[in-house]
């Protein structure tokens, strides 16, 4: 079974533009959640995604936007990008969110922003 | 305030020895617990979970232990190998309020075990 997918894996941008990213989970699992990581902070929350549906969400302001296609692909944007936006965004996937499943997580963007 | 610490940064142990990583949390609401090694490049891999209803979890080589009183977890390698060299990260999870998706990691430690 392939694993999750994340596209592109390296990205530079300047402050002020957008990005997308893009996350296809592990086939038949349908909940998609995205971590930011950095130095200093870690493994952060973003968001998750389950049937279309944004369930949780962190503490990020609302730049960072998210949205779950019906096949459960996933993209997450962040709008007029800040220098400290620089970080691997990371994608993970489960089944469901109805009872505890470890995710899985993909290879990760790295987002640098100039 | 971070809800999931661990305090050592780095660890260094001789092949074939015990390798034992340690991790605190602080919500009492936390249910489930996971540990990821991380290469660079490369995303979390998981590693070993275990609930908050048991207090030992074993998978081969590796052992979770979770003492709920003391709100601390530890996972134990043995033996430890050099392709065990990664970063180790602990998540917990809170119960309810549809926060499983969200996992809170600690900082992580980076394990280096030496031939």
């Known amino acids: 079974k392939a694993g999750v997918t994340q596209t592109p894996r390296y990205l530079i941008k300047t402050r002020g533009q957008q990005v997308t990213l893009s996350c296809s989970p592990i086939s038949g ?29 962190g503490n990020f302001p609302g730049r960072f936007s998210g949205r779950q296609f019906s096949n459960s692909r996933s993209e997450m944007n962040v ?28 290879p990760g963007t790295r987002l640098t922003v100039l | 305030d971070q809800q999931v610490k661990q305090n050592s940064p780095s660890l260094s142990v001789q092949e074939g020895r015990i390798s034992i990583l340690n991790c605190d949390y602080t919500n009492s609401m936390f249910d489930y617990f996971l540990w990821y090694k991380k290469y660079p ?61 969200n996992l809170i990691f600690g900082k992580g430690t980076k394990l280096s075990v030496k031939p």
């Open chain 2, 41 to 101: 490049a490369e995303g979390p891999t998981f590693l070993i979970s275990i609930s908050s209803i048991k207090d030992k979890n074993e998978d081969g080589r590796f052992t979770v232990f979770l003492n709920k009183s003391a709100k601390h977890l530890s996972l134990h390698i043995v033996p430890s190998q050099p392709g065990d060299s990664a970063v180790y990260f602990c998540a917990a999870s809170e119960r309810g309020r549809g926060s499983q998706g």
């Open chain 1, 79 to 106: 709008s007029t990008l800040e220098l400290g936006d620089s970080a691997l965004y990371l994608c993970a996937s489960r089944p469901g969110p109805s009872s505890y499943n470890e995710q899985f997580f993909g």
């Open chain 1, 29 to 57: 699992h349908r909940s998609v959640s995205w971590y930011q990581q950095t130095p200093g902070q870690g493994l952060q929350f973003l968001f998750e995604y389950f049937s279309e549906t944004q369930r949780n969400k």
